[in-house]
RNA sequence: GGUGGGUUGGCCGAGAGGCGAGGCAACGGACUGCAAAUCCGUCUACACGGGUUCAAAUCCCGUACCCACCUCCA
């Protein structure tokens, strides 16, 4: 079976055919830095993440781009509103994303290109774009410039939508735009806005319209047209329609694939309506591992939409303890072979629920072989699932995971040989048949928030809650 | 108004015509001094009403409810 993957423009799952064999470029949005990363963002990096790990196992020589935002509306206003410039704002932002990709194990994209690195590209295309007759400058004065979404008879194709029913944007001032729905290439600067947030262009100083971004920083890294090109769901429109309406009129096939995740809400409503921050990344990993986080969302396909609670999050982490306490268990091994039920789940649009199922079959397996004295089967079984938790990003051994500090491994050593002293009387205790002062030692620990495990003989393991 | 998606067991969450996904929790058993961990077993669900079919959670028609997008959100 090959790699299958559903295709937001036509609605169906099918088979992925590279434009050149052995290569994939995918192009992905990432965030507008403008608030701190909460669940939610991090689920699109997550699975895209997956999407590049995938498309690397399976051989493809993998071009990943993700883009950052670091100039719009928002920022503009929350930087004012903290009294901070724009870029420091965006450049904190920015770094707080970058922190909360870490914890998570999202691998680095091949680039990661900066919107306001990419200004000349963007007039250039839009250049090309009035040549051609598809776009114009506002005759207001404005010095804005638009897109003509009727000179381009394909608008809407992405979301099988057609112009005369959509809505059009209310806010938006209509003042110098042909139809209320073409959309801003350029934006004129505006005297409110700080000098520094304009850039010099054929049509006076201004800053780019969102859409026109990510044409020209996918154009410029991937090429006139490329494979894969990602987001989540809200994004398809307006964004990627016009991304691509503005890109195919300038005369560039542009992606092969688009694919969207969903949304994971919480609440029932959006995170980024959600009142405090307690869905931030940052205060969730103080609760839980980013190991345990990046399982949660691994565990539901990229396209379901999940909503959101500590509760689900706290049973799917509980799963995922029982995959590494059989690692522990299984000893030292290095990755083996992944179960073809495993490859063919992810075969099929990455099919991710699958594949974990897949994944807790062999760990249940290796449980069984253990307990047989079965240590070589159980070490194979092992192999495979370090194989599987690689794939998903998610080996405990990864160093990804934060290498402990020194002075965490010195804490770590002083705690075991307290524990082991502890331990030693309790098991003197229970030679003695003294079971109060055994269950008491044990409770001790308990209560430190160490839990201990152990059996007839000596071995003994010992956790932190 | 347009477009797209959803409703699955106590909970989370897959599947998309026929073989009990998986996880969490609970309960019973094995193992343990007792626990814990682990394994075995139990819990046979698909919003509602029709229809197609030898066979429907899955396809078709209808109904109800929910969600997303159609202005800046992953």
Redesign the pocket.
């Known amino acids: 079976m090959t790699l299958r993957l559903y295709d937001t423009a036509t ?1 169906e799952v099918r088979d992925f055919v590279p434009l050149e064999e052995g290569r994939a470029g995918v192009y992905v ?1 990432g ?2 830095v403008q608030s701190e990363p909460h669940v ?2 991090v ?2 990096g997550v699975n895209f993440d997956v999407l590049q790990r995938w498309l690397r196992h399976s051989g493809y020589d993998v071009t990943f781009i993700r883009n950052v ?1 670091d100039i ?3 920022i503009l206003g929350k930087a004012e509103a903290l009294g901070r410039p724009w870029y420091a704002h965006a450049a904190t932002m920015k770094r707080e994303l970058d922190a909360a990709y870490a914890a998570l194990n999202v691998a680095p994209p091949t680039y990661e290109p900066a919107a306001t690195g990419h200004v000349p590209e963007m007039v250039e295309l839009i250049e090309a774009l009035i040549e051609k007759g598809h776009a114009y400058a506002a005759e207001d004065g404005s010095g804005d410039v638009y897109f003509d979404v009727r000179s381009w008879p394909a608008y809407g194709e992405l ?4 112009i005369d ?8 001032d209509p003042r110098g735009k042909r139809d209320p729905r073409d959309f801003a290439l350029w934006k004129g600067r505006k005297e409110s806005e700080p000098s520094t947030a304009s850039w010099p262009s054929p049509w006076g100083r201004g800053r780019p319209g ?1 859409h026109i971004e990510c044409s020209a920083m996918a154009g410029k890294y991937l090429g006139s047209a490329f494979d894969i090109h990602g ?9 990627h329609e016009n991304e691509q309406a503005q890109s195919r009129a300038a005369g560039h096939p542009f992606a092969s694939y688009w694919m969207h ?1 969903a ?3 919480t609440a ?5 309506k959600s009142l405090g921050n307690s869905l931030t990344i940052p205060s969730v990993l103080q609760r839980f591992r980013g190991i345990e986080l990046r399982f949660y969302l691994v565990a ?2 990229y396209r ?4 959101f609670s500590f ?2 999050l706290e ?2 982490a ?2 995922f303890r ?1 995959v590494e ?2 690692l522990d268990r299984a000893g030292e091994v290095e990755p083996g072979a992944l179960p073809q039920g495993f490859v063919d789940a992810m075969d099929d649009d990455l ?1 991710t ?2 594949a ?2 897949v994944l ?2 062999a ?2 397996e290796g ?2 072989l ?2 047989a004295g079965d240590a070589a089967g159980a070490r194979e079984r092992a192999g495979a699932v370090r194989a599987m938790l690689g794939v998903l990003g998610l080996d405990p051994a990864d160093p990804a995971w934060g290498a402990s500090s020194r002075a965490e491994d010195k804490a770590q050593a002083a705690l075991d040989m307290l524990i082991r002293a502890r331990m030693d009387e309790r098991r003197a205790a ?1 030679e003695n048949r003294d ?1 109060a002062l ?2 008491a030692i ?1 409770d001790e620990l308990k209560n430190a928030g160490i ?1 201990v ?4 003989d000596r071995d003994y393991q010992w956790s932190l809650d």
């Open positions: 609605r949005c965030l507008t939610g963002h689920r699109s935002t719009d509306d928002k979301t099988s939508q057609r029913d959509m809505e059009a944007a209310e806010d938006a969102w987001g989540g769901v809200d994004l398809r429109f307006p964004h995740n949304w994971i809400t029932g409503e959006k995170m980024s539901s396909h379901s939409h999940v909503e509760e689900a049973e799917s509980a799963g029982r306490g059989f099919g629920p699958a974990v199922a807790y079959d760990v249940r449980n069984r253990l307990q229970r079971f055994a269950d044990r839990s495990q152990d059996g007839p």
